[in-house]
């Protein structure tokens, strides 16, 4: 009944910049959080970047200072401004997203994944 996607992955030089962006759709009745997630070669998969309903914002100290959620986010989706790339962010990042969604007269609780997009930072 909802379904994610992510694009905007791609090749990259270390210090270059990336933006990624989730798009959620279907009978989507409220959204609780977005969130963008990684899992690199050998890890498991990591949290990244969140956006609450309530407009806050977490991001991993890893990340912090060089990721960024904009604020000019369209409903329903999730973009983040990824700067000053390293070869550690190297990873597939999955976008994930809660709420509700209206089914048969009820509304119920979600938590779906997209299928992830690649993001390779290389020399």
């Known amino acids: 009944q909802v379904r994610v996607v992510e694009s905007g992955g791609g ?32 890890n498991q998969r ?7 309903s309530g407009g806050r914002t977490n991001y991993a100290d890893s990340v912090k200072g060089r990721f960024t959620i904009p604020r000019d986010n369209a409903k329903n989706t999730l973009n983040l401004q990824m700067n000053s790339l390293k070869p550690e962010d190297t990873a597939v990042y999955y976008c994930n997203v809660d709420g509700t969604y209206y089914s048969g007269g009820y509304h119920k609780l979600f938590s779906s994944w997209g299928q992830g997009t690649q993001v390779t930072v290389s020399s």
């Open 11 to 42: 090749l990259v030089q270390p210090g270059g910049s990336l933006r990624v962006s989730c798009a959620a759709s279907g009978s989507i009745s409220s959204i609780n959080g977005m969130g963008w997630y990684r899992q690199g070669p050998g």
């Open 46 to 52: 990591e949290l990244v970047a969140a956006l609450t």
